[in-house]
Structure formats: structure tokens, C-alpha cells
């Protein structure tokens, strides 16, 4: 099993910056790829970003060029630093993992954060 844990949201202003991060624990050594989904309001979940363990990132177009994702393999922590916030990006932001970084972006991941909650006021 593998526990994630995310931290760092909360309320900013619109053109503000926040940093997200995802601790790891457990059976890390089965993971491939880690990433940040959100889930606005009434809306579904949909990807944010991910990175594999060689380092290969890849984003979405919802925040591609506002959001930087890396990690710390020391720490087994993945960041997710948010910069020029809008308030469309009001959302709870999930940290995931999987052996295989395709069902990660498939959204079927098998490890799953309980989020953490973003608000961008405007």
C-alpha cells in the first residue's frame, strides 16, 4: 500500500501562487508516476499534471504554462507550484500514483490523496 498525503492549499487572490505537496509513504518503491488531478465545483475530476520517475513531466492544458510539477526523491514528495491563479482553478486538488504512468493519466489510478482545497478569490 502506498499513503499519500497532500497539503498546501488554500485561499489566494487571482494572481497569486500557491505550492501543493504530495508526501509519500509506504510501498513507494512500486510507483512509476505521480500526479495532481482537480475537481471543481460540480464538476468532474480532470488531470493537472504528472511525473514519472525518471523525471518526464507532462501537462494539461487546463494549467500548461501556470504550473510547474517536480519532486524531491529524497522527501518522496511530489510539488505542484500554481502560479497567476484564477478563480476557475477553484477546485480540491488530488495527488495520485500508479506503477504505470498511462493509468495515471487515465485518471484510474491506484493510489489516491484525500485533497486539498484550492480557492482563488477573484
Known amino acids: 500500500q502506498v499513503q499519500l498525503v497532500e497539503s498546501g492549499g488554500g485561499l489566494v487572490q487571482a494572481g497569486g501562487s500557491l505550492r501543493l505537496s504530495c508526501a509519500a509513504s509506504?510501498?513507494?518503491?512500486?510507483?512509476?508516476?505521480v500526479g495532481w488531478y482537480r475537481q471543481p465545483p460540480g464538476n468532474q475530476r480532470e488531470l493537472v499534471a504528472t511525473i514519472t520517475s525518471g523525471g518526464i513531466r507532462n501537462y494539461a492544458d487546463s494549467m500548461k504554462g501556470r504550473c510547474t510539477i517536480s519532486r524531491d526523491n529524497a522527501k518522496n514528495t511530489v510539488y505542484l507550484q500554481m502560479n497567476n491563479l484564477k478563480p476557475e482553478d477553484t477546485a480540491v486538488y488530488y495527488c495520485a500514483a500508479d506503477q504505470s504512468g498511462r493509468q495515471l493519466q487515465r485518471g484510474v489510478a491506484s493510489y489516491w490523496g484525500q485533497g486539498t482545497q484550492v480557492t482563488v478569490s477573484s
Open positions: 509506504g510501498l513507494i518503491f512500486s510507483i512509476n508516476a
